[in-house]
RNA sequence: GGCGACGUAGCUCAGUUGGUUAGAGCGAACGGUUCAUACCCGUUAGGUCAUCAGUUCAAGUCUGAUCGUCGCUACCA
């Protein structure tokens, strides 16, 4: 069995449906892996859905639908879009199938057998009334995302040996400068590494949903942990006999966000844990941001790649199947790479008519017609002009390098630049002014355009496959199907009748749809303007710096008596006190450690905000803060009153 | 607080190891053309490369500081 060119996807969290971030990720792999099938690779390309997160059961739970029903419904919408965006994948996995039970189960006991597994206490964030636990980073001014209270739980846990693999994934980037791309991504990647390791815990006590281990049904795993594993199995790993055709993946696809954690560090790890191989390459895209005004109808921060595409064929008469491509189109050639890049849908409208409309559209248009109206809608018997021919061949290496590069933005760039090629070619050559008198040059021209219109063809195939196949059509031609035909002579075999040309991509009124958009997005402006409006009222530059008094009059400052201080057990700053602030006692942590004696500090006044945000220092919570004057080196010197005060005094 | 990224034309973005007059596409203006989807081709306008200072014969590029945006992180109270 020959080696396989592996792509992978991310699997998708289950809450929401394809959005344009999953889909930039999607589309892009599935543009390498159309073009490497084109070359006659054999491709492994795979996407699918990651349903093993507890969030799933809130979301089905406010779905009001079973949990497993939910899920089925949502990987089943998955697979539709992607289907429906012509996302060519080969096998799309559930993190919720036996396969990956499998997988997730042998993984574990391999790296386990190999030492890199053990069991430990757990010490987290755990929410009792969502019965979930939080990271640290979680937590939202010391309560769960949801605004739930939190209390601090330990249990007996399984951890991973992460910490183990700090100077083998180093070394691995350094041996291996392409494994993470963008340059900018590996940088992050290996600061973070360079930051330490420390052990992931990769259990959790069983809440109903997740993978439970196989000996203890009360604890499930961590998800990311087994998620990741999905790449394993959708390769056949473990057991089918072909799995090393297939791992390790040429490409892992991704977002930047998910790259540094866990693709670029704990992945690798686990399968350096488990002797596995690494993959060939990762790529932590950058992201397509969303900004300006919207035009269609969608709401939000989601902008679905499908609902686009559908309000696109709406307002230009465009076919559906090509506004798809269209929306394509766009994220290919407006790939972010190392920064992001910003979305519009102005933009992508705009680029529409001057793109695919005016430039490729229309050269499709004209070469046809001219065909028609010079040479009877035949091809003609006559060389194609050499300069074609050496342009497309240097056409053909540079896109091919890129896709291999997963530049897919670069390759569509060269696919734009062979019609703009052939734009001017056509104007320098005037056929119209050739076809006056008779001519042998007319007749290389005509060639030479449907020559060149075929190696668009090629070029738009993986990126947008009905556009390829529609201009193959109205030529009358058979569609390419191979990378080895783009640049060939035969692509425009002599005395062939051609079609008649029909617009492919209809011209927007860009001017029309402005105005409806400065209808629709009234109400907007309306509170965009109020919002700055209150914004100047505060701060109209004269007074930069300088706040209203209400702000002010937010913070409750209140006299407070330390009752208890105490250093604080692993601490080298901060001390623990206790403050009475009259109506209340507050645990505050106070970093002046250095500065003062907790015995001194017990009895004296000070200076308390009494309704600041509690915080969570060094694993205890702080309930307020002291005023300190910060001094010449940097230390803090409490600030007392001048006499004695009453306990929860107000101070203004 | 620490680490990092970013700030280049009206808009979206390129600018390799510092090296002439800072680029592309879109948009704009003007001209040309008529095969074409009011399209295409050409020309032009438009930039204190966030600010300030420094290194250098030479800085968008290197160094430091400042401002702004964002990300991660912390023993920030």
């Given at each position: 069995m020959s080696k396989k060119y592996t792509i992978t996807t991310p699997i998708y969290y289950v809450n929401s449906v394809p959005h344009i971030g999953t889909a930039t990720t999607t589309l892009l792999s599935d543009v390498q892996a159309r073009f490497?099938?084109?070359?006659?690779?054999?491709?492994?390309?795979?996407?699918?859905?990651?349903?093993?997160?507890?969030?799933?059961?809130?979301?089905?739970?406010?779905?009001?639908?079973?949990?497993?029903?939910?899920?089925?419904?949502?990987?089943?919408?998955?697979?539709?879009?992607?289907?429906?965006?012509?996302?060519?994948?080969?096998?799309?996995?559930?993190?919720?199938?036996?396969?990956?039970?499998?997988?997730?189960?042998?993984?574990?006991?391999?790296?386990?057998?190999?030492?890199?597994?053990?069991?430990?206490?757990?010490?987290?964030?755990?929410?009792?009334?969502?019965?979930?636990?939080?990271?640290?980073?979680?937590?939202?001014?010391?309560?769960?995302?949801?605004?739930?209270?939190?209390?601090?739980?330990?249990?007996?846990?399984?951890?991973?040996?992460?910490?183990?693999?700090?100077?083998?994934?180093?070394?691995?980037?350094?041996?291996?400068?392409?494994?993470?791309?963008?340059?900018?991504?590996?940088?992050?990647?290996?600061?973070?590494?360079n930051q330490g390791l420390r052990d992931v815990c990769i259990t959790r006590k069983s809440q109903g949903w997740g993978i439970q281990l196989e000996d203890d049904s009360a604890k499930v795993f961590y998800v990311w942990f087994d998620a990741l594993i999905n790449y394993l199995v959708s390769c056949g790993w473990p057991d089918s006999a072909d799995w090393t055709d297939k791992w390790p993946a040429a490409t892992q696809w991704m977002g930047k966000d998910i790259l540094t954690r866990f693709h670029a560090t704990m992945w690798p790890a686990m399968l350096m844990a488990a002797k596995l191989p690494l993959p060939?390459?990762?790529?932590?895209?950058?992201?397509?941001?969303?900004?300006?005004?919207?035009?269609?109808?969608?709401?939000?921060?989601?902008?679905?790649?499908?609902?686009?595409?559908?309000?696109?064929?709406?307002?230009?008469?465009?076919?559906?199947?090509?506004?798809?491509?269209?929306?394509?189109?766009?994220?290919?050639?407006?790939?972010?790479?190392?920064?992001?890049?910003?979305?519009?849908?102005?933009?992508?409208?705009?680029?529409y008519n001057s793109d695919l409309a005016n430039d490729i559209g229309n050269v499709l248009n004209r070469t046809l017609t001219m065909v028609h109206k010079f040479s009877e809608g035949t091809i003609p018997d006559a060389k194609i002009d050499a300069e074609a021919i050496d342009y497309i061949s240097n056409c053909k290496k540079e896109y091919q390098h890129h896709i291999d590069n997963s530049r897919i933005d670069l390759?569509?760039?060269?696919?734009?630049?062979?019609?703009?090629?052939?734009?001017?070619?056509?104007?320098?050559?005037?056929?119209?002014?050739?076809?006056?008198?008779?001519?042998?040059?007319?007749?290389?021209?005509?060639?030479?355009?449907?020559?060149?219109?075929?190696?668009?063809e090629g070029f738009i195939l993986s990126i947008a496959p009905d556009t390829a196949s529609i201009i193959a059509k109205q030529l009358k031609l058979d569609a390419i199907k191979n990378w080895n035909e783009v640049g060939t002579e035969a692509l425009a075999p002599i005395n062939h009748t051609v079609g008649s040309p029909e617009p492919m991509f209809p011209r927007l009124d860009l001017k029309e749809m402005k105005k409806n958009l400065k209808e629709s997005?009234?109400?907007?402006?309306?509170?965009?303007?109020?919002?700055?409006?209150?914004?100047?009222?505060?701060?109209?530059?004269?007074?930069?710096?300088?706040?209203?008094?209400?702000?002010?009059?937010?913070?409750?400052?209140?006299?407070?008596?330390?009752?208890?201080?105490?250093?604080?057990?692993?601490?080298?700053?901060?001390?623990?006190?206790?403050?009475?602030v009259g109506d209340a006692k507050k645990q505050i942590l106070a970093g002046i450690k250095n500065k003062y004696n907790p015995e001194a500090l017990i009895g004296k006044q000070v200076v308390v905000v009494a309704n600041l945000k509690p915080a969570k220092l060094r694993g205890h919570l702080s309930e307020g803060m002291l005023l300190a004057a910060t001094d010449k080196d940097g230390s803090a010197v409490l600030i007392h009153p001048a006499k004695e005060m009453e306990t929860g005094s107000e101070v203004r």
């Open positions: 490497q099938r084109l070359t006659g690779k054999e491709v492994h390309f795979m996407t699918g859905t990651d349903e093993n997160a507890i969030k799933v059961l809130e979301a089905a739970e406010k779905a009001g639908k079973p949990t497993l029903e939910f899920v089925d419904n949502i990987a089943d919408d998955f697979q539709k879009i992607w289907k429906e965006f012509k996302i060519s994948f080969d096998d799309f996995i559930r993190t919720t199938e036996p396969r990956h039970h499998k997988g997730v189960y042998r993984l574990f006991n391999i790296i386990k057998e190999n030492g890199y597994i053990y069991q430990d206490k757990y010490e987290g964030w755990y929410d009792v009334s969502s019965e979930t636990f939080y990271k640290e980073s979680d937590l939202v001014d010391g309560k769960s995302p949801d605004g739930n209270e939190v209390r601090w739980v330990s249990e007996e846990n399984w951890f991973f040996k992460l910490s183990a693999f700090e100077q083998p994934i180093l070394d691995h980037i350094k041996k291996n400068p392409d494994f993470i791309v963008p340059e900018n991504r590996k940088n992050e990647v290996i600061s973070f590494i060939k390459q990762m790529i932590g895209h950058g992201w397509l941001l969303i900004g300006g005004e919207k035009i269609s109808k969608s709401k939000g921060n989601v902008v679905a790649p499908v609902e686009l595409a559908k309000y696109l064929s709406e307002v230009s008469g465009c076919s559906y199947l090509l506004a798809i491509d269209a929306v394509r189109y766009y994220m290919a050639i407006c790939m972010p790479f190392e920064n992001d890049v910003v979305f519009t849908e102005e933009d992508f409208f705009a680029r390759a569509a760039k060269i696919m734009l630049n062979c019609s703009r090629w052939l734009n001017k070619y056509i104007d320098t050559k005037a056929p119209w002014a050739l076809a006056k008198e008779v001519s042998i040059e007319l007749n290389a021209v005509l060639r030479t355009m449907v020559y060149m219109l075929r190696n668009i997005s009234k109400e907007d402006k309306k509170i965009e303007k109020q919002n700055k409006k209150d914004v100047k009222k505060e701060d109209d530059g004269s007074n930069a710096g300088l706040i209203d008094i209400k702000h002010f009059a937010e913070v409750k400052l209140r006299i407070g008596t330390i009752e208890l201080a105490e250093d604080l057990e692993g601490s080298d700053k901060l001390l623990r006190l206790e403050v009475n």
